[in-house]
């Protein structure tokens, strides 16, 4: 898979991708990504990528010639590409959505800066995707948040593979609690079924403290489910005594 990044800040993109999990995907050749400089894309002598916006107002608007010139020359590399315009006015990104854009062949992300991109370049762009109802300065940031959710499912990626099947909203849960050694620290034990070796028991287990878990952060995620009798007794339970 390809990832086109739209910027005017190559450098802020490409870094920090170098490390763990990424910078292994980047060398096995699991994914490539490149950024290209909106700037090169500019037609003016002054190579300019903003203008002030029409109406008065603070700030600026990034122009759509170098921006269209860009998002062009990736569909000349590849016309199937699914072009993505990084916006807080986006629909949200989830795992769900992670999964949709792992599909493609290459996707490309736009970053806009300052007071965002001129309106007219939504017309060439096949959604817009927003990582949370927060305000960012550029849209880099956000293009590498969905980079690295979605290379995590790319085959090859992780070194155990189900452990992306096992992570928050996989399952449409949040995960189960995680320990490790030593068996107790500062007085707190690690719950005694973890080290039972009884597998099946585990499962059970972690299960139940991922469902009290998500009823507890996300009750939201909840209703989404399709729950075992016993689960829903459980979480009866747990609304009458929380
Ligand atoms: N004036 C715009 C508005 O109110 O919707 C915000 C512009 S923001 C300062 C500049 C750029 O950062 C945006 O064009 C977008 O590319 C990126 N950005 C900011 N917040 C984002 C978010 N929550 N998700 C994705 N991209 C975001």
Known sequence: MTFYVLTLFPE??????????MGKALEKGVVRVKALNVRDYARDKHKMTDDYPYGGGQGMVMKPEPLVGTIRSVLSEDPRAWVVLLSPQGIPFTQKAAHRLSGFRTVALVCGRYEGVDERVRGFVNEEVSVGDYVLSGGELAALIVIEAVTRLLPGALHAPESAQEESFSGGMLEYPQYTRPAVFEGKAVPEILLSGNHQKIRQWRRKEAL??????????????ELSESERRLLEQLQDDP
């Open 212 to 225: 009290l878990r998500t009823w507890i952060r996300r009750p939201d995620l909840i209703r989404a489910q």
């Open 12 to 21: 802020m993109v490409l870094e920090p991708l170098r490390f763990s999990v």
